[in-house]
């Protein structure tokens, strides 16, 4: 019954026992994860600046989409008057944003996809244009997958680098900030918390590996698969039809 309703233009939940369905559930599934596990990250990062006989904390907190250049620190830091600021030196703004935004359109284009193979189905096997169309864009977000994931891995590392005291400009004889350049003056107390983060890597390697082998199945429905796997004709075929 569930097969008949499908071929009437019905819902064909049936779509979810082959690859190309079950395979594009994963792939909503795991787009949600990558692009939250970026967005919900928040952190903070905190030294000790030593003024006279009086020690202050100093922190600073950060979160998506990371814009670190915007992240500044009041100075002089001993002072109560502040008439300056010291703002980190840079962020991965950038590569945030295009990583979520990629998240946030292959979670759309699932989504849709989805509703394609559950509603149109029939339409979808009949129509080559289709299955093509779908084929090509697949490839296209496998492609982007590949570029974001390896975008943000090199921002969150700018991240990591830039929001600690003494490897971001902080901390050290050549600072800008007049009280941390003596030699252990300022005393970094902790860093950020990047497990999430490092998931959302994860998360982004692993979507280009699953819609790596999506492409495979996507392929096979194509006119040139078909193509490719129909048995040649035997020349003596056409003279016994």
Known sequence: KMESAGQSGSLNFGVFKEPRGFIKILEFVLSIFAF??????ESTTTFTVHCGNISKPIK?????????????????LCNDTKTSSFCLLEGAKSS??????VGVI?????LGALVLYIVFDDAYRRNTRIVVIDFVI???????????????AAGVSNVKM??????????????KVSECQAKDNC????LGNFASLNVSIIFGFLNFLVW??????LYKETPWFKVQAKPPTQPGDTNNQ
């Not at 939250?36 to 990250?41: K, M």
């Not at 945030?96 to 935004?101: C, G, L, R």
């Open 36 to 41: 939250a596990t970026t967005t919900s990250h």
């Open 96 to 101: 945030a944003e295009f990583y979520v935004f």
């Open 187 to 190: 005393i970094t107390n902790s």
């Open 212 to 217: 790596v082998g999506n492409l495979w199945f």
């Open 106 to 110: 292959v979670f759309l284009y699932c």
């Open 162 to 175: 830039y929001t600690d005291p003494e490897d971001g400009g902080i901390i050290g004889h050549d600072s």
């Open 60 to 76: 600073f907190s950060y979160s998506y989409p990371y814009d670190l250049e915007e992240v500044c620190i009041p100075t002089p």
């Open 138 to 152: 697949s490839v296209v977000l496998t492609l982007l997958w590949i570029i974001s994931s390896s975008a943000w």
